[in-house]
């Protein structure tokens, strides 16, 4: 089985995570360390968070929504190709 050639915007994409990765090695040891807590008994807790990616006018958006057992309940992902505000 053969795999596809990345594109360019998977290559970017790629290379700033790369990049990210290093810049965050380099300062955790300044913070403590940050562990998810469930919510309480009969509440879910939805934890979000999205990226932007300026020179392919690209956005994603991911949200999971967890139980008090840390289940996951539900979970959705969005890739959104943006149109130039030109």
């Known amino acids: 089985m ?31 360390a940050i562990q998810w807590k469930a919510p309480p008994l009969g509440v879910v807790k939805i934890n979000m968070d999205a990226a932007y990616e300026s020179e392919e006018n690209v956005a994603g958006f991911a949200a999971v ?16 190709m943006l149109r130039s505000w030109q």
């Open 65 to 80: 929504m967890r139980n008090s057992s840390g289940e996951i309940m539900s979970c959705k992902t969005v890739l959104l």
């Open 2 to 32: 053969a795999f596809a050639k990345p594109s360019t915007l998977e290559l970017s994409i790629s290379n700033q995570v790369s990049q990210d990765d290093n810049s965050i090695a380099r300062h955790v040891e300044d913070r403590a």
